[in-house]
């Protein structure tokens, strides 16, 4: 099987989670999309949910498919958020971010009371860290930040280099008008306290880390589709 196909089998296992009238987080990205697609057809066969979408191209794609929509100020709590990710590790802790909606993907699976990431295998990892981690950062003082950012990656006994993600032709705006920071600092042996330290430097928005948020994982593989739940 090619990549999308194993995309689509993890979105198809993952839409037999949803049911009918549920609140549901939308997630970004090229495994997403794919979930998408399958419900755009399910609604289309008289399929209720009310989504939220984690991104600007999310939520075009929903409405082309004619999947209602709305905030997280009309729709605060959420049943559930399916969404894709960059890196999965045994206890679910993932990286995200690579699409660059980490920011509102976090909001939204914070706000569900379960989030279930779809992937293929090749997301799956012992120790996180492969990926470069994203960090949304303010455009007001980038070079404080990424100093600040180093400082507390070496504290942490970390460091490498933090590359600003480039659109082409300028830095890449997330969709709340921030930049990206993506950071190669090699494996992570404590996300737990990367993520704590990131979170306290003022020009830090957001990063990908996302700690004890998703509740199951659907991968797929050429063997199968298999579910992962958090080992700890
Ligand atoms: O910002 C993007 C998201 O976190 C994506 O869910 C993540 O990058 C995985 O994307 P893909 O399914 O395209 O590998």
């Known amino acids: 099987m090619d990549a999308r196909q194993l995309k689509i089998k993890a979105a198809e296992t993952a839409l037999g989670y949803v049911e009918d009238g549920m609140r549901l987080g939308i997630g970004t990205g090229s495994t997403a999309r794919e979930f998408i697609a399958l419900l755009g057809e399910k609604v289309a066969n008289g399929f209720n949910v009310i989504g939220v979408p984690t991104s600007e191209a999310t939520a075009r794609q929903c409405l082309e498919l004619g999947i209602e929509l709305k905030s997280l100020d009309e729709s605060p709590e959420l049943d559930l958020t399916i969404d894709g990710a960059d890196e999965i590790d045994p206890a679910l802790n993932l ?138």
């Open 95 to 232: 990286i995200k971010g690579g699409g660059g909606a980490l920011l509102r993907e976090k909001i939204v699976a914070s706000a569900s009371k379960a989030m279930i990431v779809i992937a293929d295998e090749t997301k799956v990892v012992d120790q996180l860290g492969a990926f470069p981690l994203p960090i949304e950062v303010m455009p007001f003082g980038l070079g404080a930040t990424r100093l600040a950012i180093e400082k507390a990656a070496s504290r942490l006994n970390m460091s490498g280099s933090l590359d600003l993600r480039s659109s082409g032709d300028g830095p890449f705006m997330t969709d709340g008008g921030h930049y990206i920071l993506d950071a190669s600092f090699g494996r992570i042996p404590d996300a737990e306290a990367l993520s704590v330290a990131l979170n306290i430097i003022p020009g830090v928005v957001e990063h990908g880390l996302f700690i004890d948020i998703a509740t199951l994982a659907v991968v797929a593989s050429d063997g199968g589709v298999r579910t992962l739940k958090a080992t700890e």
